[in-house]
């Protein structure tokens, strides 16, 4: 999604910000670009493609100038090329914006009838004219932006830059999220506080509806209605962290290898593994925490992997909390007009916390009178400030487009409240409770033991390279894991993947199945196991080609001799999600990389999905 940066600086800020906007790449983006002002010359440089694209551009042609804004797109609005690159300009106005303006076309054909001229297709560039036409008729900068911004619909989080002032940018935020960075002597603006951690951990950020004037020496935020408004400075615990690869290849690997630290990291904020009970920690209101015994209902909403995770969960509480869980993409759920459960717990899971539809479901709960509860990495995101129980996933940055190590954290948490849950609701005696929380303790081993398997996975994911399509089975918590291998694969590889419940293959996919289709199969030998085998011998019956993913016992019952096996430590049923998530991780990861695809920013993704 798209990157903002500004500094309101006391030196040359051109390379300042360009840096910062690399900190933000990891969010996806197409095109980028810079723009300062020097005396009252408004200039800007903008470049397809990658940041080195913009920097080439730079070093042959610099910026002066010691304020700037500058900015990582990601279209929605017009191709990724330089014309719709940000910053887009209007005479002495400069813009850039994350979000969409939803009334773009209406007031694109306003502004034309005042004579105003489009260079790009993009939404955005109504802001830059719209600004221009309230100084036209006579409004100072600050209340030029305020003019524009109130007559903007739809999602945005905007920098507006002045030409004929070099010490003022006005921000604003109504949805995609935006930081204001406290520096002495200088002030910054960025999409999170990761971009401004060379510079400040100091950090307020505007809520929905405020607008800033940001100048060197200050800071005012008003609200919608132009009213002087308090926000908190806070210190910023994810700026100091410095994001890089280490000696992996890619993020994505670094990050899949990370899994047994993180994950043992997030367990012990949910369990006393010395007591072995669950101790849940929650950041959100603690005065008030959470009881499971209190609910009829438990609905999850997510996105993507996150979603993923929940489903996941809805097997877990209703198997050990006996409690009935709805769980939807955030994009249907919050048109569904879903009736809520008056004894209902609302629960939203997000890795960056900032996801819109996600957002627009808690919007849709918290209008209804939920109780909210939120699973996220970013502790300072929009939705963890939005909720009232707020459980981290401590699983660090994330910066690989493809969510690994923030799933498997997920699970973690997820494992732990539905434990929790069942404790409270009183479906988990003591004895249970400790057995499954010393089972929990044991994730982190297993996950270390599965990275030691990488070479031969790497040799299967070889085999699946260029296959036109593949499909993923599981039954139980192994249906949503068969949807994350596809899911994985697909926005990885770029190779057609589908997951289905295994029992639901004779109902129609196996028709699918020939001596052309790899078929991946999760299933640790469990409660349903020989189930799952009477699947796989329906694909096997039909040519398909079987990787299974199973333990000692699993693959010695399957007594497929045909099957590709990677062959999973035996381990106790309630870490199997986490901890075969690894290697369908690592499945796709060296299937992508066989292929040449780019695995840490895949084509058309962003990583944190601020539109609609
Ligand atoms: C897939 C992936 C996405 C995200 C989804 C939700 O690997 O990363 O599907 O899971 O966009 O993002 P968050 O968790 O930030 O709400």
Redesign the pocket.
Known sequence: MCGIVGIVGARPVAPLIVDALKRLEYRGYDSAGVATVEGSTLDRRRAEGKLVNLEERLNGSPLAGNIGIGHTRWATHGAPVEVNAHPHFSSEVAVVHNGIIENFRELRALLEEEGFTFSSQTDTEVVAHLVASGLKSGLAPKEAAFAAIKQLRGAFALAVMFGTDANLIIAARNGPPLAIGHGDGEMYLGSDAVALAPFTNRITYLEDGDWAVVRRDSVEIFDETGNTIDRVQQTSIGSALMVDKGNHRHFMLKEIYEQPEVIGHTLANYVDFNASRIALRDMGDTANPLDFAKLDRLNIT??????LAGYVAKYWFERHARLPVDIDVASEFRYREVPMAANGLSLF???????AD?LAGLKYCEAAGQHLAAIV?VREST?ARSSHNVFPTLAGPEIG????K??TCQLSVLAALAIGAGVQRGHIDEASEQRLVEELSEAPRYANEVLKMENEIRKLGHTLAHKEHVLYLGRDTNYPLAMEGA??LK?LSYIHAEAYAAGELKHGPIALIDEEMPVVVIAPHDRIFEKTVSNMQEVAARGGKIILITDERGAQEAGMEEAQVILMPNMPEIITPIVYSLPIQMLAYHTAVHMGTDVDQPRN?????TVE
Request: aromatic share 6%; charged share 15%; proline share 0%.
């Open positions: 997510a996105c993507g992997t996150a979603y899971i997000s890795q960056s916390g900032e996801t996600t990495n939705i487009v493809a969510s690994t923030a799933f899911l994985k926005e993704l962003a990583k944190s999905v």
